[in-house]
C-alpha cells in the first residue's frame, strides 16, 4: 500500500534567492494507485520536522478507513528541502567540495518547496491535484502552490497556518536559533552539533503549539508536597531529547528560517492581491487557542480568499491540535468535499 521512494533531479535546481543546487535529491511516499483519469491525486504537505509519511504522522485522517484512504485516493507527500528525511539538506554531500554542506547550505524558502513540490509532480505526470491539504508550514506549502499553479488545484485545505509568518512566529523561531547558536558544538562541522541547542530550541518551541490549559490538564502535579523534579520540567526535557534522537540542528535551524520567509505577497503586488489568485475550493480551519498562529490568521485567509469557506475548533492541545483532532477535522473536511462535489455535479447537469 505504502512506497517510499527517492527522485534524483538531474538538472540544477535554482533557488529563489539565486543561489543553484546540483544533485538535488526528493524524498517521498506515495499510497495507493493513480486511477486512469488521474484525478484522485491527495496530495499532503508537512510540518516542520515531520516527513513524508503522512499515514504515520497524521494517523485518523489519512490512512486505512479514514477519510484519506489508499484504497479510493493516490496520496503523495513530498519531505521538504533541508529536512532531515531523505531529501537533500545540511547534512548531504555538497558535490563541489566532496563533504557535507551544514552551514554552508543555502537558504531557502517556502516558494523553494513548492518549486521542488513542482518538479516531483511533473516527474510523476501529476497534471491535477484533487485535494492539496496542509496545516502549519505544511499550511504555508499549500497556499504558496495554490497561487503559484491556480489550475491545477480543485480543492485547498488550509489547517492553522498563514498568508504570512508574524512577527510574533519569527521571533519565537529566532528564540530557537538564538538557543542553537548557543552551543558551539554547532560550528563544529560534525552532524550530531548544535543538540544541546536544539533541545532547548524544542522546549521553546513546545510553550508555542501547546497551551497553559494542556499542561494543566497533562503535566499537574498529584501531590503538594514538592520542591523540585517536577513533571512540567521532566516533560521538556523528554521532548528535547526526544528530537534530538530523530532530528539534526542544521535541518532545524534553515527550516525555521524558511517559515520566517513566508509571505505570498513578496514579489506580487499584494498579499491580498496574490491571494485572489488561488481558484480552487478552498477550505480554511483554525483553531481557537492556537498561541503560534492565531485564529485571526485563518480568518484572513478565508476574507480573502475567492469563495472560502472557514471553521473554528477548539483544542485542548491549541496549535498542535491540527495533528491531534484528526475526529473533527474528518467531519469538516469530509462535509466539505461533499459540498463541493456535489456542486459540481448540480453544475455540470446544468451545462448538460
Known sequence: MSSTHTYQHTKIFKLENGKKLRGLQVAYHTYGKLNAKKD??????HALTANADVLDWWEGLFGAKSLFNPEDHFIICANVL???YGTTNPLSTDPVTGLPYYLSFPEFTIRDFVGVHQLLASHLGIEKIKVLIGGSLGGQQAVEWAIAEPKKMENLIL?????VHSPWGIAFNESQRLAISSDRTFYAQKPDGGLKGLKVARSIALLSYRTYEAYGATQVESVNDKT???RAASYQNYQGEKLCKRFNAYSYWYLSKAMDSHNVGRGRKSVTDALAEIQANT???GIEND????????EYLGNNIPGASFHAIKSAYGHDGFLIETNILTNIIGNFLKDTTNKKIIKLHKIA
Do not use: D
Not at 489547517?159 to 498568508?163: P, R
Not at 498561541?291 to 485563518?298: C, G, R, V
Open 40 to 45: 484522485n491525486v491527495i496530495w499532503a504537505c
Open 291 to 298: 498561541f503560534l498562529f492565531p485564529i485571526s490568521e485563518q
Open 283 to 285: 477550505l480554511v480551519i
Open 82 to 84: 533541508g529536512s532531515h
Open 228 to 230: 523540585g523534579s517536577f
Open 159 to 163: 489547517v492553522a497556518t498563514n498568508a
